[in-house]
């Protein structure tokens, strides 16, 4: 279980690192919402959490909790939208596409081809039985896949934050 804990710390600092820089964005990550992940994602290097809110709502609140954050939000695609046009049904799923260009910059300065997982993502997608998801790509497997050894705190950080903001999904206890 340490081992998971670690790794789940990692993928917030990456989030947290796009956030922008430890002195903005500390105050915008409250530990008492750290995300949970509920689910083993079918991919590696994902993090999944259950959302306990509909489709739509899950939407609205990340968005919102995004620009609480004063993160800025580049995109929102509708991917069932785009396979409706394509005559090729899925279940809804809407990508965000979101970020601190001053922290998630710094990735790309480590590797450029590190820009290919930035901005950062998080994926809304919703079962066939209604069970609504957020993921979004594990910070810490962002850092090895790019060999980025010199920025173990943007990372924490980055993680932190994609934590946080997915917490948004989650109903207060």
Do not use: C
């Not at 279980?1 to 990692?10: E, N």
């Not at 995300?35 to 994902?46: E, F, R, W, Y």
């Not at 970020?99 to 910059?105: A, F, M, T």
Request: charged content about 25%.
């Amino acid at each position: 279980m340490g081992h998971k804990l670690k790794k789940l710390d990692s993928k917030l600092l990456a989030v947290l690192l796009l956030a922008g820089p430890a002195d903005v964005v500390s105050p915008l990550v409250a530990p008492a919402n750290a995300a949970q992940p509920v689910a083993t994602a079918p991919a590696d290097g994902v993090i999944k959490q259950r959302s306990d809110y509909p489709f739509d709502e899950t939407i609205a609140r990340v968005k919102a909790d995004i620009a609480n954050k004063g993160i800025r939000f580049f995109d929102e695609i509708d991917q069932m939208k785009l396979g409706d046009g394509a005559k090729l049904p899925i279940n809804r799923s809407t990508l965000l596409l979101f970020g601190n260009p001053p922290l998630g910059v710094q990735f790309l300065q480590s590797n450029p081809v590190a820009g290919l997982d930035w901005p950062v993502r998080m994926l809304v997608t919703e079962d066939t039985d209604g069970t609504v998801w957020v993921s979004w790509t594990d910070f810490g497997f962002v850092a090895k896949r790019y060999q980025l050894t010199d920025r173990d705190a943007q990372i924490k950080m980055a993680s932190e934050v994609a934590a946080s903001i997915a917490s948004a999904a989650r109903k207060q206890q």
